[in-house]
C-alpha cells in the first residue's frame, strides 16, 4: 500500500507494471507504442498490464479496479506460467485437477464438498506453474501414422545396412571362364604352332 510510503494517503494503492507489459516494439517504425486504450467508461490498461488481470480507471468516480481475467489465455508453449517470477515451476498434466484440500489456500469458500473435483484452470491466481512440453499419442490415427513411420525407418536402416556391407567377389569371375563341360587338363601334351 501506498500508505506505507505516504503517510498522508493511507489508501491509496501502487502497482509496479513492468514495460513490457503496456507497450509493444513496432519495428517498421522503431519504436514503442502504448498499448493503452481509452473508452467512454474509463480508461481500461489493457489485460498485458498482469497476465490474467483487468485494471480499470474510473475517472468519473476517482477509482481504480483490479479484476481477475480468467479468459485470458497465456499463449499455447512448451512452457506456461503464471507472472510471478519467484513461483516454483510445477510439472503437471494439462487434464490433471486439483481436490478441495489442494485448493483450499487458494480459492476460500468456494466449495465445501470434498469430492468436488476444481480444475486447475479455475483456480484463478493459484501459485501455480505449468510446463506441458510433454503429450502422449492416444489416438488410434496418431498410433497409426507412428507405426508406419517406425516401420519406414526400420526398413530404411535394413536396405543401408546391407548396401553398405562388403562382398566377395573373389570366385565370381571364374564361373564365366571355364563352364562345366570344359575341364583344365594339366598332363597334356602342349602342342606348337609353326
Do not use: W
Not at 513492468?18 to 519495428?27: C, D, E, F, G
Amino acid at each position: 500500500m501506498a500508505g506505507d510510503l505516504d503517510q498522508s494517503s493511507p489508501y491509496d494503492v501502487l502497482v509496479a507494471v513492468p514495460a513490457t507489459h503496456y507497450l509493444q516494439y513496432y519495428k517498421h517504425g522503431n519504436f514503442y507504442r502504448s498499448l493503452i486504450s481509452l473508452q467512454n467508461e474509463g480508461t481500461i490498461l489493457g489485460a498485458s498490464v498482469m497476465q490474467g488481470h483487468n485494471v480499470l480507471y474510473d475517472l468519473e468516480f476517482d477509482r481504480i479496479g483490479f479484476a481477475e481475467a480468467p479468459t485470458c489465455k497465456i499463449l499455447r508453449s512448451s512452457f506456461e506460467a503464471d507472472d510471478d517470477l519467484f513461483d516454483e515451476v510445477q510439472m503437471t498434466d494439462p487434464n490433471q485437477v486439483a481436490s478441495e484440500e489442494e485448493t483450499e489456500s487458494y480459492v476460500d469458500g468456494e466449495s465445501s464438498d470434498p469430492a468436488e473435483k476444481v480444475p486447475l484452470e479455475s483456480v484463478g491466481t493459484a501459485k501455480r506453474s505449468r510446463i506441458s512440453g510433454v503429450q502422449y499419442c492416444t489416438t488410434a490415427t496418431c498410433q497409426s501414422y507412428t507405426v508406419v513411420g517406425y516401420a519406414f525407418v526400420a526398413t530404411a536402416l535394413f536396405i543401408a545396412y546391407n548396401l553398405s556391407r562388403p562382398v566377395d567377389r573373389s570366385g565370381f569371375m571364374d564361373m564365366f571362364e571355364y563352364g562345366d563341360e570344359d575341364e583344365i587338363d594339366f598332363d597334356a601334351e602342349e602342342h606348337t604352332i609353326l
